[in-house]
Nanobody
Framework: QLQASGGGLVQAGGSLRLSCAVSGRTFTTYCMGWFRQAPGKEREFVAAMDWGALRTDYADSVKGRFSISGDNAKNTVYLQMNSLEPEDTAVYYC???????????????WGQGTLVTVSS
């Protein structure tokens, strides 16, 4: 129901845009989030958006560099990532929660993840 794509290899300072295609049900009343998990580390919150109230939230580590947005017509959520750093290397997951939240355990639906590798 959630399909993430857009990952790849990029040099430090570069940009990538991740997409999360939603299918099978309507998530317009849900909060959509992006999380990431680096090798050997726990999954961490990156960004979230509330379709209805247009609220957004970001991890401190990505504020000013990443931007989350959504396209209702395409049922797709995006994560625009600019000024990428090697520390951003991780598998990125999109997820959906009935609550506007940065908490991992608030999210009921998860995509399969897309790998982002940032070289120095």
């Amino acid at each position: 129901q959630l399909q993430a794509s857009g990952g790849g290899l990029v040099q430090a300072g570069g940009s990538l845009r991740l997409s999360c295609a939603v299918s099978g049900r309507t998530f317009t009343t849900y909060c959509m989030g992006w999380f990431r998990q680096a090798p050997g580390k726990e999954r961490e919150f990156v960004a979230a958006m509330d379709w209805g109230a247009l609220r957004t939230d970001y991890a401190d580590s990505v504020k000013g560099r990443f931007s989350i947005s959504g396209d209702n017509a395409k049922n797709t959520v995006y994560l625009q990532m600019n000024s990428l750093e090697p520390e951003d290397t991780a598998v990125y997951y999109c997820a959906a929660s009935p609550h506007f939240s940065a908490r991992f355990d608030s999210y009921d639906y998860w995509g399969q993840g897309t790998l982002v590798t940032v070289s120095s």
